[in-house]
């Protein structure tokens, strides 16, 4: 075999692979670990000032690991995962942010409506997020509308000062944080044991 035979096969074998691990579960998981933290503090069933705990985690494993797990996806050429893990994996990084370095210099009193504008957009996302998630699995569909769940009472109640709607929303989020892991343990335990052990509902489509 001459150099540029073997070139153009190893050209070939580039661009043919494909990986066999699903990289999702590890995201699906640092979702679920970082929104049960925060919204534990929003349901009130911890002092505020736990809420470092939740910002610590969302540096690294809610954020930079999603991150990391979009651009998995994308080379793997999956562009729904690549733009659900990215954009979550932002949204953790950029909370971390408006939390330690930029609300404190908001007056106290606009600190609500300051959140509420922080947290619209991911609203907006999340709904045609939603929409293609229909394409996925029945899990994932819970999993976005129970974002949707607790991200518009969050934004009411910080918009309207109401600690009942970030309750609300903070319960909405714990119950989120379930599906999810759930979500990554099936992800994982069906990969592990070769059959299905927690089904996530396959949807099936027309051209599938």
Known sequence: MSIATAA???????TTHKPTVNPAPLAFGAFAGTTFL????????IHEASIDAAVATAWIFGGVIQILVAF???????????????SFGAFWCSF???ATLYLGNIPPADHGAATALFLFPWAVFSLYMLIGAFRVSVAVV????GVEATIIPLII????????????GGWAGVALAV????????????HQFGRTMLPLGEIRTSDS
């Open 157 to 168: 109640g910080n918009a309207n000062g109401s600690a009942a709607w970030v309750h609300i």
């Open 179 to 190: 599906v999810v892991w759930y979500v990554a343990a099936a992800e994982v335990l069906n």
């Open 72 to 86: 998995w996806h994308l080379r793997n050429e999956e562009l729904f995962p690549a733009v659900t893990f990215g």
């Open 8 to 14: 153009a096969a190893a050209t070939t074998q580039g």
């Open 96 to 98: 971390a942010l408006f």
């Open 142 to 145: 819970i999993a976005f509308i």
């Open 38 to 45: 925060l919204s534990w503090v929003n349901a009130g069933m």
